[in-house]
């Protein structure tokens, strides 16, 4: 009998049927005259970034430089992320939570709003691997420069340190996940298409998804 995998689960579009970092946009620049021309630019960075155009540390400073940054935004982030499960996801919460000692999700957002949101799935905050944010001298927040996941190769190289149990099996829909396959920090990569389909990243993909249960019934 061969070993049960370790599940390792990408969070935007994969986890939430949205982009964090667009949402935040959304709620950060809320009454601003320019907000539609701004979410517009970010959203195209977030696409550049997801699909390999631009490096994801340039993709994310970038969105970050045009947002200040407030701790007073992050309950409202999370509770539209909690509003946003993707579909088959939310469905099958129970079985995903009944497994979570097995279960890790790792994510160029931020533990702020990654941690609390997996937690409504019934998974743990301790398995969470992402970037963090710190306290700028004025108060508002900027991406800790020690944020692991913040470059390309950045969450193979996050799973590797944190040494977990072989055969894993990688679930995300961006070129950031199948950097992980890339760099042989898993045994398989599981293209999810559920919320976007990503022809760069499919065409690399060991399997493709289209739902939670189709992932999970992958074996290594
Ligand atoms: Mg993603």
Known sequence: MSAQPTWIFDFDSTLVRVEALDE???????????????????????????????TIEKSLRQRLDLLALDARMLPALVERLCANFTDSVWRGRQRLSDMRDRV???SGGCREWVAPVVERLGLRTD??????????????????PASPCAVDSGKATAIDAAGLPRPRLMVGDGMTDWRVREHGACERFICFTEVVRREAVVTRADVVADCLDAALAVRP
């Open 127 to 144: 398995h969470v691997m992402a970037n963090w944010l710190r306290p700028r001298a004025d108060g508002l927040l900027e991406l800790d």
């Open 104 to 106: 890790w999700v790792v």
């Open 24 to 54: 935040l946009a959304d709620i950060a620049l809320h009454g601003r005259a320019d907000h539609a021309a701004l979410l517009t630019r970010i959203k195209h960075i977030t696409n550049q970034g997801m699909e390999g155009a631009m």
